[in-house]
């Protein structure tokens, strides 16, 4: 069965750090990787996705992430965290057939220090 | 703005009511998904339609039901609500031809009482 383990629940960085967000799936064939990010009482807005080719890939507001298919990983990074992006974010896992569900992870929260 | 329209946005219930939420997908868009979110539960997957047929169910309670309309809108109906049942309640849509992006839209937040 599909799986997805954020093993952080809370993450604090400094503004203007660098920020990495772990993410590990479980799914038997290729999959489809995505992040999610929810700010407090909004709904879940699309940072990046990956399905194929290039595993570097970018997204908005400055995110990117890497599919590492022999680590069964899909981080999250972003060079230089502005306050504005203290939030939820979520890694999720779809099935290779389009139009499947997604499993998400249980989600980590980002505090942004001063 | 996804796309994704929900209402109610909020709604405030008693125990063993009944309530029905309202989801419009992106236009173009024949799939749409339900998630709960709760502290405890984390985002569960409900159900999903596709073209107006049921296409995939996952940890959706018998008290709760949904449909796809043909003009592709989809409702969820919650029945015999408990306390438990307080949770924000997402839809989603994603055009299924092309790929598995999947838009949420706001939310409706159910507060049972």
């Known amino acids: 069965a599909q799986s997805v383990t954020q093993p952080d629940i809370h993450i604090t960085v400094s503004e203007g750090a660098s920020l990495e967000l772990r993410c590990n799936y479980s799914y038997g064939a290729t999959p489809y990787l995505f992040w999610y990010v929810q700010s407090p009482g909004q709904g879940l807005q699309l940072l990046l996705k990956y399905f194929s080719g290039d595993t570097l890939v970018q997204g908005i507001k400055g995110f990117e992430a890497e599919f590492k298919r022999s680590q069964s990983s899909f981080n999250l990074r972003k060079p230089s965290v502005h306050w504005s992006d203290a939030a939820e974010y979520f890694c999720?896992?779809?099935?290779?057939?389009?139009?499947?569900?997604?499993?998400f992870g249980k989600g980590t929260t980002l505090s942004v220090s001063s | 703005d996804s796309g994704v329209t929900q209402t109610p946005k909020h709604l405030i219930t008693a125990t063993g009511q009944r309530v029905t939420l309202r989801c419009s997908p992106r236009s173009g868009d024949l799939s749409v998904y339900w998630y709960q979110q709760s502290l405890d539960q984390g985002l569960q997957f409900l159900i999903q339609?596709?073209?107006?047929?049921?296409?995939a169910k996952g940890n959706i309670l018998e008290r709760f039901s949904a449909q796809q309309f043909p003009d592709l809108h989809s409702e969820l109906n919650l029945s015999s609500l408990e306390l438990g049942d307080s949770a924000l309640y997402f839809c989603?849509?994603?055009?299924?031809?092309?790929?598995?992006?999947?838009?949420f839209g706001e939310g409706s937040w159910l507060t049972v009482v």
């Open positions: 989603a849509s994603s055009v299924t031809q092309s790929g598995n992006t999947i838009y």
């Open positions: 339609y596709y073209n107006g047929e049921e296409r």
């Open positions: 999720a896992v779809g099935a290779g057939q389009a139009g499947t569900a997604l499993i």
